[in-house]
């Protein structure tokens, strides 16, 4: 059974960085692409950043340029370097795999200004 763990999130002030790790388990991760998601009150969940299996990166406009999506194939695990934080980036941050299609269990992140 896959399982994604996630981690990492807390509050922080405008300007500050966090890095949201997911852990995955019951997957041949090294060859799946992973996805970050994040949702506001509100609001839909939407699409931040992806990796393929050979680290190909792509951004949401809104975070380009700030965060940066990595993997460790050897730990099984995603990351998600978030600098420059934005009140508008709080939300719940979610790991999502594309191919399995299972989702983490999501991380609070809060910007405050």
């Known amino acids: 059974q896959v399982q994604l763990v996630g981690s990492g999130g807390g509050l922080v002030q405008a300007g500050g960085s966090l890095r949201l790790s997911c852990a995955a388990s019951g997957s041949i991760f090294s060859i799946n692409a992973m996805e970050w998601y994040r949702q506001a009150p509100g609001k839909q969940r939407d699409l931040v950043a992806s990796?393929?299996?050979?680290?190909?990166?792509h951004y949401a406009v809104s975070v380009k340029g700030r965060f940066t999506v990595s993997r460790d194939n050897a730990k099984s695990t995603v990351y998600l370097q978030m600098n420059s934080l934005k009140p508008e980036d709080t939300a719940v941050y979610y790991c999502?795999?594309?191919?399995?299609?299972?989702w983490g269990q999501g991380t609070q992140v809060t910007v405050s200004s």
């Open positions: 999502f795999d594309p191919f399995y299609k299972y």
């Open positions: 990796i393929t299996s050979d680290s190909s990166t």
